[in-house]
């Protein structure tokens, strides 16, 4: 088939399919923190299991992203990207249907790996399907439209939980997905990638999943003989990890990206500055909830100024970093995230939004918009072109790993445990030490691209 020209109804038919699939994992994105407190009350949830309703998506998730793009370069993009959305619909069925906290859990977990399936393809079928000519217009669609759908996240979200049942923000992901089945059969040509061959590196990925899994547990279950069990199992998996990828012939993660300090460097700042991004979400959601009375819409409303930054501003911050390269938007935007953040410590018992929470909100979006296309360029520059594709998997799954490691250890460093999201008192004197460490993590981000990301980032070699 011929490659796909923009301005046809192929065309919209590709951006149609690769956008509505990407809106399903971006939906559930912003629409779940906004639920943990409903959920919690409905299945009777202690803040250990709420963690792991976050953090079970995302650990299966980051773990096998990369083994996902690897799957659709091989056995076609389409195919898996069909696969990854059905099986999403599917674990999303049994989330919205889930008796308990230990079954929304495990659908949880179950959903991430249809996630891993699809989110890479997305991209990839816009890449293989049109003119070379033509894909920068349509990763640009594509990009706006998902930008919609993360904004549309917390209006829907919202008006679910508080007018129907938290339920409903799953189950609305099933005739999303018959759609998104339809499209991509119907006008979404197969590709894969002639250059990809070889074994699949299925050790690499359980063994990423044992690691990040072990982690994950031993810090949100901290305290008891099995929390030292499985901090062993998460350090032994990730020696083994590094040990079995520099052996590999095809392997997930090509650690020789790491002998590049520029590259190193951008991925560290990614995991600090989403692990306080993922942190911060987690807290000021509950927080409003709990503390300040907030329905579920108002919370979930009241985080927007963030998603209109990017909307508005994420393309200027891009402009930016080409102009007077990547070093001062990679610094600076973390920091001015931590000044947002440090005014977020204002929201507490009588919030008011315009105060207290949209100005923090707004200065934590003008930095998230002005870092976040200049590290996505420094990532991409710092790698080899015909290992573009890998190095931004990679990017993806530290940003995705970051997230899960402070959502599972914050909590519990605060002093938060069992039922104690539901006790204002006992939340919110936790709250302010949450969100400064988060202002900590952010600044040390910033201080890591001052000293080590360079003026100019030049392509790397092949």
């Known amino acids: 088939m011929s490659a796909v020209a923009w301005g046809t109804p192929s065309a919209r038919g590709v951006v149609a399919a690769a956008t509505l699939g990407s809106g399903l994992t971006l939906l559930d994105g912003t629409v779940v923190n906004v639920a943990l407190r409903s959920m919690g009350e409905d299945l009777d949830a202690s803040l250990s299991q709420l963690q792991w309703i976050t953090n079970g998506y995302f650990l299966s998730l980051a773990s096998l992203i990369l083994l996902g793009g690897s799957l659709g370069d091989r056995l076609g993009r389409r195919r898996v990207f069909v696969i990854g959305t059905v099986w999403f619909a599917l674990a999303s069925l049994l989330c919205g249907l889930a008796p308990s906290a230990e079954v929304l859990v495990l659908a949880r977990v179950l959903q991430g790996v249809g996630g891993a399936l699809l989110t890479p393809g997305s991209l990839a079928m816009i890449q293989g399907a049109f003119r070379p000519e033509d894909r920068s217009r349509a990763i640009g669609a594509w990009s706006g439209l998902g930008g919609i759908a993360t904004a549309l996240g917390p209006l829907v979200g919202g008006l679910l939980i508080d007018h129907a049942s938290w339920r409903w923000i799953f189950l609305i992901n ?3 997905a018959v759609v998104t089945v339809w499209l991509a059969q119907r006008w979404v040509p197969e590709t894969r990638d002639p250059r ?42 990730a020696v083994a990890f590094v040990a079995v990828e520099r052996r590999a012939a095809e392997p997930m993660v090509p650690l020789r990206l790491f002998t590049e300090r520029t590259f190193s460097a951008a991925n560290l700042m990614t995991l600090l500055v989403y692990a306080a991004l993922g942190a911060i979400l987690f807290f000021l959601v509950l927080q409003l909830q709990t503390v300040g009375g907030y329905s579920a819409l108002e919370a979930g409303l009241a985080t927007l100024p963030v998603t209109a930054c990017m909307l508005l501003l994420a393309a200027r911050g891009g402009a930016l970093g080409e102009r007077i390269g990547p070093r001062i938007p990679m610094t600076f935007g973390p920091v001015v995230m931590a000044a947002g953040t440090l005014w977020l410590l204002a929201v507490g018992p009588g919030v008011t939004w315009w105060r207290d929470v949209a100005p923090g909100l707004t200065v934590f979006g003008l930095g998230l918009a002005l870092m976040v296309a200049p590290l996505t360029a420094t990532v991409l520059a ?17 940003a995705r790993a970051g997230s899960l490691l402070a959502v599972a250890a914050l909590p519990m460093a605060v002093g938060l445990a ?3 999201y539901r006790d204002p008192a006992r939340f919110d004197a936790s709250y302010g030490t949450a969100m400064t460490a988060c202002a900590v993590l952010l600044i040390l981000g910033g201080a890591v691209s001052w000293f080590t990301i360079p003026r100019r980032v030049r392509t790397a070699p092949a």
């Open 174 to 176: 099933l005739p999303l």
């Open 196 to 237: 990809a061959q070889g074994r699949f590196d299925v050790p690499g990925a359980v063994l990423a999943s044992l690691a990040l899994a072990g982690t994950t547990w031993a810090l949100t279950d901290a305290g008891g003989a099995a929390t030292w069990w499985a901090a062993a199992v998460g350090v032994t998996a």
């Open 382 to 398: 710092a790698a080899p072109d015909e290992v573009a594709g890998v190095a931004s998997g990679i990017n993806n799954a530290v």
């Open 418 to 420: 069992g039922d104690d």
